[in-house]
């Protein structure tokens, strides 16, 4: 057992409680998924650093994933925790190289919600549904007493078919290209200030929506290697899930990075990185040098894809992130220890 595990196993041991980092997308996040999870479920399918599992049904090839909503407050400027529950579950498939079909719905109901409000909730849920053309074929619904929940909590699962595309990060090589889709930030900064915690207001809407149209356009580009959406834990935190799966450098360029501009004045204010904040509404691509302007073009064709940017690229080891400064410096994005938001998903 190497020395990182052991402290994993220590620190468990004498806290023996989970803390809100461990739900950050960061280092105790991953260690506690390796450690505990990945150690008591593993099975040939099992992979960690997939969003969704390719699975063999019948000769089709599917596409298999699951996630849980908490998010607070239950509406924000651009979404609720339902329509986010359905572009949640639709994204993690679409950055697979799938086509999202049937999703299952579990719904955890605190005593005392208002039938108003869950209303308003379930119908931004089906219109996120008919626009990603899936389907909810099951569910649960339980209702717990007061203070068990916050409001309400969703649990999903989705179903997709998969395409003949070969993706993933044993594909990604070195001078690889890195896109993004549109500026980062914007979710987590959205659900900050709709929870009016620090006295501040803007107008910036979640990035919220299903990144189908902006994964199917890639579809068609030759050198097209991996796809994720940055969710929790951020740009960041995907550039180190790379770096660390590939034993490779992630050069990120801070001048190419789209940032919204109240999310930069939200960030400078309140001692936040941007690039460790959440999206719900974009991917991250790895691309190969050769295609990467087409990648670049076909995103910047569609609405959801107009602010998209070459970012950076792969290059040799070692395993880490550097970011090239405005400035010309360079610095280490490390993996999110603190969790500086907890419950923006």
Not at 97 to 123: C, D, H, M, W
Not at 126 to 135: D, F, K, P, R, S
Not at 248 to 263: D, F, G, S, T, Y
Not at 264 to 282: F, K, N, Q, T
Request: with cysteine.
């Amino acid at each position: 057992m190497n020395d990182k595990k052991t402290l994993f196993k220590n620190t468990l041991l004498k806290e023996q409680y989970i803390s809100l980092a461990h739900g950050n997308g960061g280092r105790y996040m991953r260690e506690l998924i390796d450690e505990l999870f990945a150690k008591y479920l593993a099975n040939p399918l099992l992979n960690t650093q997939n969003d969704a599992v390719s699975l063999s049904l019948e000769h089709t090839e599917i596409a298999f994933t699951t996630d849980g909503f908490t998010v607070n407050p239950l509406e924000f400027p651009g979404g609720t925790i339902g329509s986010l529950a359905i572009h949640g579950t639709v994204n993690d498939l679409a950055v697979a190289g799938a086509t999202p079909k049937y999703l299952s719905l579990n719904a955890f109901i605190e005593e005392g919600l208002s039938f108003e409000q869950l209303e308003r909730i379930v119908k931004s849920m089906a219109e996120a549904a008919t626009e990603a053309n899936v389907a909810i074929v099951t569910g649960d619904t339980k209702v717990v007493p007061r203070g068990e929940v916050a409001g309400v909590f969703f649990a999903t699962s989705g179903i997709g078919i998969m395409g003949n595309h070969k993706l993933g990060m044993r594909e990604i090589q070195n001078g690889d290209k890195i896109l993004v889709s549109g500026t980062v930030g914007d979710h987590g900064t959205a659900v900050m200030l709709a929870r009016e915690q620090f006295g501040l207001k803007g107008t910036l809407l979640s990035d919220a929506a299903s990144v189908l149209p902006l994964t199917q356009t890639l579809l068609n580009i030759d050198g097209l290697r991996f796809m994720r959406d940055p969710t929790r834990g951020g740009l960041a935190s995907v550039g180190n899930e790379i770096s660390r799966a590939t034993n490779k450098e992630v050069h990120l360029l801070q001048k190419a990075i789209p940032v919204h501009e109240q999310v930069e004045s939200v960030c400078e204010i309140l001692g936040y990185d941007p690039l460790y904040l959440a999206c719900e509404g974009r991917v991250v691509a790895i691309v190969a040098n050769d295609n990467a302007e087409q990648a670049l073009t076909s995103w910047q064709s569609l609405d959801s894809g107009s602010a998209a940017s070459i970012i950076g690229e792969i290059r040799p080891g070692p395993a880490q992130v550097v970011l090239e400064t405005e400035l010309g410096g360079e610095r280490i994005l490390e993996e999110l220890e603190d969790d500086p938001l907890p419950r923006i998903c």
